[in-house]
Structures are given as structure tokens and as C-alpha cells.
């Protein structure tokens, strides 16, 4: 009965997010979240620590298998990547199984939504950080409490979900099975638990009423014209060379067409290696994006590749880019001005694991046949603002789902954000919603604009409250534009940073402590 429970907790949590039942935006998946934690915090009440392990171990390997089922749909990794969702759910499903062994250990409920938080925040920071399928993220509809991610990110969101399942564990346990504790530490986590609750909800609805205000005061404040290009392109053909000249020409056509409606000087993005190619070392597409630039007057922000080539003074011409002479390459985003040319560039700073690169493939030789030109990249050093009025900043793929990152680019004086993704990878599953659904909540952190270009999808703009102001479809051609306004709106995320999970973290080892006092 007890794995029953929690195999079921594990499907509510698949069933909390966008997923391979519904693949696209539902409100209800947000209200699934609310029950999701129940049955495993039913299943480990009177367990001993080793079976809490287990039973919450289960729970999270349901989870991440059924949740992260999209990874098997990238066929350049092969065989390799079963291996990856499979070692990736058997780390994940980890944290949920301490989960259960914390709450256990403690001899109370109430102490769970501080152990949640304070391992969501480990997961997303131990081995480059994973936050995915954080509880939190669950909540991307929900505008009054997306709100709370202004103040405490998305973990104070989790916090409010776990807490909510608790309160209700200990409400049917009251009435169905007269279970009543007499610890002390159940009213103080309660009483802690709750005041956290009120404040975080009540700052969350009086910010979002106050920026609302602020929002739309600014309209008559600078604005930007931002057009999104979608250009649906094939990932089976996307990186071959034959294929490029179609690509350019069908990204060169949707740019065209936005400029005919739009003045002159807005800023058109492509997505993530819309020019899977080196850019700067190809003279003839350099020529072609430089004379768009100049024939729409816009500028261009175009992903593609860059790198950093031995002896470039002598031949770079004849130089093979992938031979053993190049030091480094880049995932690039790439800024043309009119009549400039390149005026700026941003290198990818957090990179893919088994997608941009192999770790440990220096020291575990066997990964090497799995090494091919796509995971092979470099990672960026610099957090930077690109030379554009407002100034403002790129994150690349899966960079947006890091909150401190965004929160730096923020910080270094960017203005609004740009996204450009490529989630063709993954072909049409689950993956391109559970993606963009992390978009607002950063968003709304630091209150600024959001624009993400995805190659098939999904484009979106997203306004400093967390809503989708514009978004396509998934696997269709075309192109968005949004007039977003310029404002500056302090929050506290933008200035403590992830002081909310620190304070969670901080509960859970005092409570720890004392119970291990106890214990002895």
C-alpha cells in the first residue's frame, strides 16, 4: 500500500507540470500540485528511515522518468540518451528520497516545506544545478501567487505548495485517524510556517497591484519594437550544410516581412544557431546578415557560432575550423547594427551537459566517441549587457531557468531580457512548455521584459508581471512583434538575491541538530 502511494505521488507531480498526457498549457496541472505531496506524505508516517528512503525514492524515479521522458527524443546522443534519463531520474529522485528520511527524522510535518526549499535550491546549484521540475514552477498561471517570486524566486512558491499539502496530511489525519501530536516543534514550524505564508502572499498580491500601477504608468515611457522570427527549421536538417541556404533564406524573408510594417532601428531576433555555422569566419552569410541589416535599418540579434582560432593573422581563410588548431568555440548571440556590422557579441556561459559538452570526457575515455562538434563547447566568462538602446541582455537555451544568472545580467544594468532557445531537440513533447513555463518567474523577479525566440517554438514575450503578452505555436513558421515599455521596478529578489532559501536552510539543520541531540 505504501509504494502504491507514493508511484501515486510520483504521477501527481508528472501531472503538476505540463506533460506526455498534456502537452501544453493547463491550468489544471497548476491545481494538481496542491494534492501532489499526500499520498507519499501518507506513506512515510511510521516508517523507518531506510524504507522514508525508498518510498520517497520511488516517488521521485516516477517522476523524473515520466516527466524527463523528452530526453530520449534527442537521436544525436542514441543510446546515450536512456543512459542520461535514466542516471539523470536515479540523481533526482535522490533528493525527493532525503525528502522523505528529513521528515521522518524530524518527528514532524511541518518542518517539510523548509526541507523541499532547501533541497530544490541544492538541486539547482550541486553539478552545474538542474532546477527543473521544481514545485514551484507549477504555479506559471497563476498570477497572484506567481507574484511571491519577487521577494523569495520561485522557491518561496514551493515553499507555500508543500506547506499546503502538509497542512492538509495533518487535516485528514485529524479527522480520519484522530492522529495528534503533542511536539512542540509541530506549533513552532506551524506557527513560522504560516507567518512566512501571509507575508509572502500578501507582498506577492500588494507588489503585483503596485507594479500593475507602475506597468501601466510607464506606456508613455521609452518604448522598443521587438520582433521574434520562428523559423521552424528541421532538426534533422538544421545542422547540414546543404540545408543552410534555405535556412538563412527563410529567416532573411520573415525579417523582411517585419520590416515592412515596423520603423526603422527595432531589434530583430533569431533563435539559438539560426547560422548553425562560425559567423565571422564566413564571409559570404557575414555579408548577406550585414546587408539585411543595413536594407531594414534594424538591428539584428542572430545565434550561430563563434571561436577562437590559433594563428588568425596568418590564412584564417584556409584554416579548418575543426581541426586540431581551433582552441575554442562558442554558442554565440551575435549583434548587427546598421551600417556597423557586428557591434557585440555574448558567448553562452552555463552550458548543456551531454548537450554542449561531455563532462569528465578527458578523464572517462569511452565518452569520447560520444564527442562530436555539437558537445564540444566552451563556456563564456563574462556577464554582459550588448550595445543596443536600452542596453539589455541574451541568455541562451536553458541559461533562463537559472534565477541567480538572470538576476546578474539584471544587476549589470540590462534592461529587459532576450531568450533564444532551440528546442526542436526534442521534437513535440512536453519539453518546449515545461521550458517556457520557467520564463515567467524570471520575469517577474526582476520585473522587466522577457522576449524568447525558440527555433520551432514556443516564441513568446512575457511583461514584468509574469503573463504572456504574445506567443506562438509549437512547429509553425512565422514571426511576433511587441512594443514593450522600459521601466525600473526594484524588488527584493533583484537586490537579496536567494536569502528566502538560505533562511529555509538554516531552520532545517537547527531542527536537525536538535533532533540528533535527542536522538543521543
Not at 508516517?45 to 517522476?63: A, R, W
Not at 499546503?164 to 512542540?184: G, T
Not at 540545408?243 to 531589434?267: C, E, M, P, Q, W
Not at 515545461?434 to 522587466?448: D, G, K, M, W
Request: glycine share 6%; hydrophobic share 45%; proline share 3%.
Amino acid at each position: 500500500m505504501k509504494i502504491i502511494l507514493a508511484i501515486l505521488s510520483g504521477f501527481l507531480l508528472i501531472l503538476s507540470f505540463p506533460n506526455f498526457l498534456s502537452p501544453n498549457f493547463s491550468p489544471i496541472s497548476g491545481v494538481i500540485a496542491w494534492v501532489s505531496l499526500i499520498p507519499l506524505l501518507f506513506a512515510i508516517k511510521d516508517s523507518k528511515l531506510k524504507e522514508s528512503y525508498v518510498l520517497g525514492f520511488i516517488s521521485g524515479m516516477v517522476c523524473f522518468l515520466g516527466g524527463l521522458y523528452w530526453i530520449t527524443n534527442i537521436k544525436e546522443l542514441g543510446s546515450l540518451s536512456f543512459l542520461c534519463l535514466g542516471f539523470l531520474s536515479l540523481y533526482l529522485a535522490s533528493y525527493i528520497g532525503i525528502f522523505a528520511v528529513c521528515v521522518n527524522f524530524s518527528k514532524t510535518l511541518f518542518i517539510a516545506p523548509f526541507i523541499w526549499v532547501s533541497l530544490e535550491f541544492i538541486r539547482s546549484h550541486f553539478l552545474t544545478g538542474f532546477p527543473w521540475f521544481e514545485l514551484g514552477y507549477s504555479q506559471y498561471l497563476n498570477l497572484p501567487i506567481l507574484q511571491t517570486a519577487s521577494i523569495s524566486s520561485v522557491y518561496g512558491i514551493s515553499f507555500i505548495i508543500c506547506f499546503v499539502n502538509v497542512c492538509e496530511v495533518s487535516l485528514l489525519n485529524f479527522l480520519f485517524f484522530k492522529h495528534k501530536s503533542d511536539s512542540r516543534y509541530n506549533t513552532i514550524l506551524f506557527s513560522i510556517g504560516s507567518i512566512l505564508i501571509i507575508f509572502l502572499c500578501l507582498y506577492g498580491y500588494s507588489n503585483y497591484n503596485l507594479t500593475q500601477r507602475e506597468f501601466l504608468k510607464s506606456s508613455e515611457q521609452k518604448r522598443v519594437n521587438i520582433t521574434l522570427l520562428q523559423g521552424n527549421i528541421d532538426q534533422s536538417v538544421k545542422w547540414e550544410v546543404s540545408n543552410l541556404k534555405d535556412s538563412f533564406d527563410i529567416y532573411k524573408d520573415l525579417a523582411k516581412i517585419s520590416s515592412i510594417h515596423s520603423t526603422s532601428g527595432n531589434l530583430v531576433v533569431w533563435p539559438e544557431t539560426a547560422l548553425p555555422i562560425y559567423l565571422k569566419y564566413e564571409p559570404e552569410y557575414l555579408s548577406k546578415v550585414i546587408n539585411l541589416t543595413n536594407n531594414t535599418k534594424n538591428y539584428m540579434l542572430i545565434g550561430a557560432l563563434d571561436a577562437k582560432i590559433e594563428n588568425q593573422e596568418s590564412n584564417i581563410k584556409n584554416q579548418k575550423l575543426n581541426d586540431e588548431k581551433r582552441n575554442e568555440y562558442f554558442n554565440t548571440a551575435f549583434l548587427f547594427a546598421p551600417d556597423k556590422g557586428i557591434i557585440d557579441k555574448y558567448y553562452k556561459i552555463h552550458l548543456v551537459p551531454f548537450g554542449e559538452y561531455v563532462p569528465l570526457v578527458k578523464f572517462v575515455t569511452f565518452l569520447e566517441k560520444y564527442t562530436s562538434g555539437f558537445s564540444n563547447y566552451s563556456s563564456g566568462k563574462e556577464i554582459t549587457t550588448l550595445n543596443f538602446e536600452p542596453r539589455f541582455s541574451v541568455l541562451i537555451c536553458y541559461e533562463i531557468i537559472f534565477s541567480e544568472l538572470v538576476r546578474k545580467f539584471v544587476n549589470s544594468g540590462a534592461k529587459f531580457i532576450v531568450n533564444i532557445t532551440n528546442d526542436a531537440w526534442y521534437g513535440k513533447s512536453a519539453m518546449p512548455y515545461q521550458h517556457v513555463s520557467i520564463v515567467p518567474f524570471r520575469a517577474v523577479e526582476n520585473r522587466v521584459w522577457i522576449a524568447r525566440s525558440a527555433n520551432t517554438g514556443i516564441s513568446c514575450f512575457v511583461n514584468p508581471l509574469g503573463e504572456f503578452s504574445k506567443k506562438t505555436d509549437i512547429f509553425v513558421k512565422g514571426s511576433i512583434t511587441e512594443n514593450i515599455n522600459i521601466f525600473d521596478c526594484p524588488t527584493f529578489y533583484k537586490r537579496y538575491g536567494d536569502i528566502f532559501a538560505f533562511f529555509c536552510i538554516f531552520v532545517v539543520l537547527i531542527v536537525l541538530v536538535i533532533c540528533l541531540i535527542k536522538e543521543t
